[in-house]
């Protein structure tokens, strides 16, 4: 998967559950303003915290679930 497209799918995730994204980022241990800067540069995006968003993503939405 493409970053861009990664990152894209952690924020409709997000948007799914009504869940802020400062809060996923929050809970990822990410700067928000680091994924505001990964849209207009998205090259600039490393794995490893796009990773660290999804996981957080799980984490929020199996927190919801129960």
Do not use: F
């Not at 997000?14 to 990822?28: D, G």
């Not at 990773?51 to 957080?56: D, G, I, S, T």
């Amino acid at each position: 998967m493409e970053k861009q497209q990664a990152i894209i799918a952690v924020r409709q995730r997000a948007v799914a559950v009504n869940v802020p994204i400062y809060m996923v980022c929050e809970r990822a241990g990410i700067a928000p303003s680091t994924l505001t800067r990964w849209r207009t540069q998205p090259d600039k995006a490393q794995w490893a915290k796009i990773n660290r968003l999804a996981e957080a993503m799980t984490g929020i939405e199996k927190e919801m679930e129960s």
